[in-house]
């Protein structure tokens, strides 16, 4: 028994393999269905679909489907204020409210939410992520943390992170104990702008490694974005 049957499926244990799996994402051009994200296997095999903005007609909202096509998650954003008047936050659409024309926000970070779907329908909460880039600070710089629902777990408040970069195609996700998830890109790995090869390690939850690269590529302009 290896150790990779401790790993808690986060979207569901049917994506998950016992042995290293290989896949290919290539980014559909806007032209193209509305764009998105195609991911095949090792065999060129369809594995998974990415619709963003260009198919969904909605900024802010990513859905990941199955080889056969079918909802498997559904990614929606959410803006965090924290207002120093009231010292609290709280979670919004992508609209701020300014007051006598000030932002009264310290800081304004991006979350994504991804969810199950039911019938095409948003359903389960399973997991949070933060972009590190607040909206009102562009040179503020961080790796990006997973959190998988429920939340509140464990002191560090976080379960995965994405460290590198995805623009550049050379990044990692990590456990929070530090070990290798997936590899998107890196030496020796094909690692394009448009195509670019991503190895999942054996035991983990491919579709939920593909709902972060979903999310990266929205927030990087790319393929899923308007």
């Known amino acids: 028994m ?32 509305g764009g998105g994200l195609v991911v095949t296997d090792r065999n060129q095999t369809a594995a998974f679909r990415v619709d963003g903005c ?15 096509g079918s909802a498997i998650l559904f990614i929606h954003k959410k803006v965090k204020v ?7 936050s709280r979670l919004t659409d992508e609209t701020l409210v300014s007051q006598g024309g000030v932002v009264q926000a310290l800081s304004v970070n991006n979350w ?14 399973v997991f949070s992520l933060q972009d590190p880039k607040p909206v009102l600070c562009t040179n503020t710089k961080g790796d990006v943390r997973v959190t998988v629902e429920p939340s509140g777990r464990t002191k560090r408040h ?5 460290t ?18 997936a590899q998107i890109g890196g030496k020796g790995m ?3 702008r448009d195509l ?7 035991g983990y939850d491919q579709a939920f490694v593909v709902g972060i690269i979903a999310i990266l590529d929205n927030t990087h302009g790319e393929s899923t974005s308007c």
């Open 2 to 33: 290896g150790a990779h049957t401790a790993i808690a499926p986060v979207v569901s244990k049917i994506f998950c393999s016992s042995s290293q799996a290989v896949l290919m994402v290539r980014r559909r051009p806007p032209t193209v269905n």
């Open 190 to 192: 094909m690692a394009g």
């Open 112 to 125: 994504w939410r991804g969810y199950l779907t039911d019938y095409g329908e948003p359903s389960k909460l």
């Open 164 to 181: 590198g970069s995805f623009a550049q195609r050379s990044c990692a996700i990590k456990n929070r104990a530090g070990q290798l998830v």
């Open 196 to 202: 670019y090869q991503v190895v999942v390690q054996p």
């Open 54 to 68: 260009g198919t969904i007609g909605a900024s802010g909202q990513l859905i990941v489907r199955d080889g056969d």
């Open 158 to 162: 976080w379960d995965y992170e994405v």
């Open 82 to 88: 924290w207002s120093p008047a009231t010292a609290s």
